[in-house]
């Protein structure tokens, strides 16, 4: 059974950090590409970051460029968001899901994932 289970999450002061945590029970998680989204209160799910099986290929979306960042560690099946200089605007429950297919680019759409967790909240007060 596949299981992704997020960790991390909290409130935070405006510039703070947080670092979220997913931990993957999945058989083919070497080979599968990673990914966090995103869902603010009455918005959809935004796509964050993801990163691919062998962690070459790292997209982000713009809002998060230089301010997050994503890694794996594929020994120990988890991958990692580390959030620096966190704005309100980041206030959301952060989902960690995993690719759909294996050994290809990470996508940006929540389509292309198959696996999700259940969420963190991270809340960023002014």
């Known amino acids: 059974q596949v299981q992704l289970v997020e960790s991390g999450g909290g409130l935070v002061q405006a510039g703070g950090s947080l670092r979220l945590s997913c931990a993957a029970s999945?058989?083919?998680?070497?080979?599968?590409?990673m990914g966090w989204f995103r869902q603010a209160p009455g918005k959809e799910r935004e796509f964050v970051a993801a990163?691919?099986?062998?962690?070459?290929?790292?997209r982000y979306a713009d809002s998060v460029k230089g301010r997050f960042t994503i890694s794996r560690d594929n020994a120990k099946n988890t991958v990692t968001l580390q959030m620096n200089s966190l704005e309100p605007e980041d206030t959301a429950v952060y989902y960690c899901?995993?690719?759909?297919?294996?050994?290809?680019?990470?996508?940006?759409?929540?389509?292309?994932?198959?696996?999700w967790g259940q969420g963190t909240q991270v809340t960023v007060s002014s």
């Open positions: 999945i058989r083919t998680f070497a080979i599968n590409g």
């Open positions: 899901t995993a690719d759909a297919n294996p050994f290809r680019r990470p996508g940006i759409s929540d389509d292309e994932y198959e696996h």
């Open positions: 990163i691919s099986w062998n962690g070459v290929s790292i």
